[in-house]
């Protein structure tokens, strides 16, 4: 494999132009959404200009704004790996899209039947189904987290699982540390409990490669505005399983599960999305055109964020053996570099010097941008005592990302904690 080639990248990427006292931007916030391609404003600009209508008119536009929508579902279906467009249900976001879902599903369960969530998850997986399961009268059960370095307990996972399991909700990624769950392992282990599994990729989606058949989960969430597209959920949700829920709606409602007139202009963003992610591979340098000439879109797609993959597991390993034994820096979650490829490339940081907060506005002064706080995932920054300090510093890197950006990075984090600001 060719070596991959962000710089051929970031041209398509229109604010990753800006800058801040001469000097370019750092965007490390993508894991709270990340810049988008030009393609992607061109495409929702193009729906408003020529084919701005609802949905099943005997007219021009409105067939043509239908053929965008359902070629979406089908893009999305690729990227996702699932095995029809109609198993593809868009919402407002992951969060929305969930608190939907969660009615259907809960509905199908008996007063004293169980649903696990986890520490390491962002709350749009957890409240959810504690707001369920107060009002259908079930049990909510936890699952722990080693505290070391941010990774499921899986042992507390199969002696939580009981005969009145019905769902597990758990991430696919932390959005907060970084650290990658073992999914494919933890739906064998819900399903032979006789449970149903809905995994948030909201985090992860961005980073490598998914695949809702080999992983076997019911449900998949994932969050358009996190892969370099507009603000948009989108929810794969197994037919067999979909099927068999009742859903909330209005009655000529041509959707069970996508409820009122959806945001087609975004719809049509996230199929420029998906279609940027496709030509990722060739774009990169990490293969040629002819060596993908003929292949499915699926087989783009893949090997695409495979290429994405191996690319940041690089930067990460740049930025963990770089920080590594700074004074005063302390790295939540998997910080050895070896271990790159259980994590993505999104750090957790507590300074001795200065606080999240502090450090995020120093950081921003000098042009690079990250988010400091908890990031609505609660439970584990509370579980790791940093809830009341503001909780951390989150760098997060994504493919456009660069090793000058990394080392940039590093230089100002350094700095930092060594107790100095970043900028005069």
């Known amino acids: 494999m060719s070596r991959f080639d962000p710089l051929a990248l970031r041209p398509e990427f229109p604010a990753l132009a800006r800058e801040q006292d001469g000097r370019p931007v750092v965007f490390l916030d993508g894991p709270g959404g990340t810049q988008v391609p030009q393609r992607v404003i061109d495409a929702i600009v193009r729906y408003y200009r020529e084919s701005n209508a609802n949905d099943g008119g005997a007219f021009a536009t409105s067939r043509a704004s239908d053929a965008i929508v359902h070629e979406a579902h089908a893009a999305v279906a690729d990227l996702l790996g699932a095995a029809s467009a109609d198993e593809i249900k868009f919402g407002y976001n992951m969060t929305t899209l969930t608190f939907h879902a969660s009615r259907s599903i809960a509905a199908t369960f008996e007063p004293g039947d169980e649903i696990v969530v986890t520490t390491l998850d962002h709350e749009a997986n957890v409240s959810p189904w504690r707001v369920i399961a ?31 399991t019905r769902l597990v909700a758990v991430g696919y990624a932390s959005n907060a540390v970084g650290t990658i769950n073992p999914v494919k392992r933890i739906v064998e282990l819900a399903h032979a409990a006789g449970a149903l599994t809905y995994v948030d990729a909201v985090h992860y989606a961005p980073h490598g490669p998914i695949d809702v058949a080999d992983l076997g989960t019911d449900f ?159 439970a584990l920054i509370e579980r790791l005592g940093l809830f009341d300090g503001g909780g951390v510093l989150r760098l997060g890197l994504v493919h456009y990302s660069t090793t000058d950006e990394v080392d940039r990075t590093i230089e100002a984090i350094s700095r930092l904690a060594a107790g100095a600001v970043v900028s005069a």
């Open 134 to 164: 107060a009002d259908r009268g079930l049990t909510v059960r936890t699952v722990d987290v080693d505290v070391h370095d941010c990774t499921l307990d899986l042992a507390d996972l199969e002696a939580t699982l009981s005969a009145r």
């Open 220 to 378: 998949l969430a994932t969050s358009v505005y996190k892969w370099f597209g507009p603000h948009l959920g989108a929810l794969y949700g197994r037919t067999e399983v979909l099927d068999r829920l009742p859903a909330y709606k209005v009655r000529p409602a041509h959707d069970r599960f996508e409820t009122g007139t959806q945001d087609f202009e975004a719809i049509a963003g996230a199929l420029a999305a998906v279609d940027y992610l496709r030509t990722v591979g060739v774009a990169s340098g990490t293969v040629t055109a002819a060596e993908v000439a003929g292949a499915s879109r699926r087989a783009q797609l893949v090997g695409s964020m495979a290429a994405i993959s191996a690319y940041e597991r690089e930067l990460s390993r740049r930025f963990l053996s770089e920080i590594s034994g700074i004074p005063g820096l302390h790295v939540w979650g998997i910080a050895d570099p070896s271990r790159a490829a259980e994590r993505t490339p999104t750090f957790a940081l507590t300074f001795d010097a200065i606080s999240p907060r502090a450090a995020a506005e120093e950081l921003g002064r000098q042009g690079i941008y990250a988010w400091d706080g908890d990031f609505y995932a609660q």
